[in-house]
């Protein structure tokens, strides 16, 4: 039986979701490893970026 496919939503500034796009990679929950060794391949992920930049930044 195949697992169904699940979804994540991750928060974090546009200025951080740029470099990951850009280096191929994503980060989330500030380097800690347990939540991202919980997706699965075929996962989606969803970026909220509430601020531009992660210190200081505009909404």
Do not use: C
């Amino acid at each position: 039986m195949a697992s169904a496919t699940r979804y994540w939503i991750v928060v974090a500034a546009k200025d951080h979701v740029a470099r990951g796009v850009a280096g191929g990679f994503m980060q989330a929950n500030h380097g800690k490893p347990g939540p991202l060794k919980r997706l699965q391949k075929g996962d989606g992920v969803v970026f909220y970026s509430p601020k531009d930049k992660y210190e200081g930044g505009e909404a």
